[in-house]
């Protein structure tokens, strides 16, 4: 009986056991399984996208598009997609398409880099798409730590302006540039690290 009574204990015991593994996992893994439909309305017509990712920058809430990229182009008119419904938007001369469209240019030499795609973010306060370009804007106290910061993060010097406490780097915009920039704000050397999203089109381009 005492043994049929341990086994018994045994087997009630592994399966509390498995049924807390299930629960922590569940928990470490919820964002893996976030997914938010994300709808956008644009003079091209209303869009549909997916996001499997969200993050806060400089105080705002921003969803990932999965959907979308953007490109760095000299003239964003000279653009040609050529289905309907690929082209979603401009933003002064980067444009926002679906990854699956085939684009060719009127003239010839305009995109700037066509290996470069820029993620495209969704900012859920003000419900503008917005363009990662891969910059991480870092107010320190001391600019003089600026290749210290690139070294450690392994990340470019864009641009240094000491008047302001302000030190650019950047990195290829790929989805590590947002972990990276989580990773500097608890950084104490810096006092706030946020990236730069473009979601305005920006004058004179």
Known sequence: ILWRGNMFKLKKGSFFSLKLFLFVSIILNFSTL??????????QGE????????????GKEYDLINDLHALLTGNPNSI?????????????SYV??????????????LIKDETKKFLVAYNVQTKN????????LLNVDDVSIAEELASDYKMKINSVFPNLNLIVLTLEPT????????????????????????EHQMMGQ
């Open 34 to 43: 976030y997914s938010k439909e994300i709808s956008y309305q644009t003079s």
């Open 47 to 58: 869009f549909e996208f997916t996001s499997n990712k969200s993050f806060i920058n400089d």
């Open 80 to 92: 040609s997609i050529q289905k309907t419904g690929e082209f979603i938007e401009k933003k002064g």
């Open 96 to 109: 926002i398409y679906n990854p699956t469209a085939e684009i060719r240019l009127t003239n010839q030499g």
């Open 129 to 136: 798409l917005g363009i990662i370009v891969g910059d991480a």
């Open 175 to 198: 989805k590590s540039i947002i972990s990276l920039v989580k990773e500097m704000n608890v950084d104490s050397r810096i006092k706030k690290a946020y990236l730069d999203i473009i």
